[in-house]
């Protein structure tokens, strides 16, 4: 079955413009997350969806960072107002949470953000 | 909190050399660790999971890592290596307390297998 997919691949905008990227988890996965990766920080938890649960949104830097899950699938994390320091890549993840175990992370490709 | 620790951010080796990659945790509670490999301009690989299974866990592509909770541990290791072992691999953990399974990554070790 299909991966975890991430659109766009690569993102190029202008400081102080807002941008959306978007997850699509493999399905029936009812866990979702978001991470970032960059140079200076490393790989980086933002926010995690369960299910119907409020979100975990704990890792998120700022509050130009959100996110949102629509009908237990799909999520869009947006950035407003972009500076240089959001150029990373996001990767997101998704899991079915096993009973009595941990349900692996499945990441997706990534978005390469890069802010000029 | 919790945390991870890559000793070496760069390790080279001779193809068919041991590979070990070094990791150490701090967690207050009893973790879950992960290492993932990650090839350039994609995304994260699970390589195995460590869950207070068994101590010795084996994983893809030959790796295996050993938890020793005396030394806060959890290195992986492969026999001989492999040209195609050349990535960057991440050991990560989670403790599972509530807040889901979000991972905390160590800063992670660029592998490079040598002719």
């Known amino acids: 079955g299909a991966g975890v997919s991430q659109s766009p691949s690569n993102k190029v905008t202008e400081k102080g413009k807002d941008v959306e990227l978007r997850c699509d988890p493999i399905s029936g996965h009812t866990a979702l997350y978001w991470y970032r990766q960059s140079l200076g920080q490393g790989l980086e938890f933002l926010i995690y969806?369960?299910?119907?649960?409020?979100?975990?949104k704990s890792g998120l830097p700022s509050d130009r960072f959100s996110a949102e899950r629509t009908g237990g699938s799909v999520s869009t994390l947006t950035i407003q107002r972009t500076q240089q320091e959001d150029s990373a890549v996001y990767l997101c993840a998704s899991s079915h949470p096993t009973s009595g175990g941990v349900g692996e992370q499945f990441f997706g490709p990534g978005t390469r953000l890069t802010v000029l | 909190a919790q945390s991870v620790t890559q000793l070496g951010s760069h390790v080279s080796v001779s193809e068919g050399a041991l590979v070990l990659l070094r990791c150490n945790y701090s967690s207050s509670v009893p973790p879950y660790l992960f290492w993932y490999v990650q090839y350039p301009n994609q995304g994260l690989q699970l390589l195995l999971k460590?869950?207070?299974?068994?101590?010795l866990v084996k994983g893809i592509n030959g790796f295996e890592a050993e938890f020793k909770k005396s030394e806060t541990s959890f290195h992986l290791t492969k026999p001989s290596a492999h040209m195609s072992d050349a990535a960057e691999y991440f050991c990560a953990v989670s403790d599972e307390t509530g807040g889901g399974n979000k991972l905390t990554f160590g800063t992670g070790t660029q592998l490079k297998v040598e002719l």
């Open positions: 969806f369960q299910g119907n649960s409020a979100p975990d």
């Open positions: 460590y869950t207070s299974a068994a101590t």
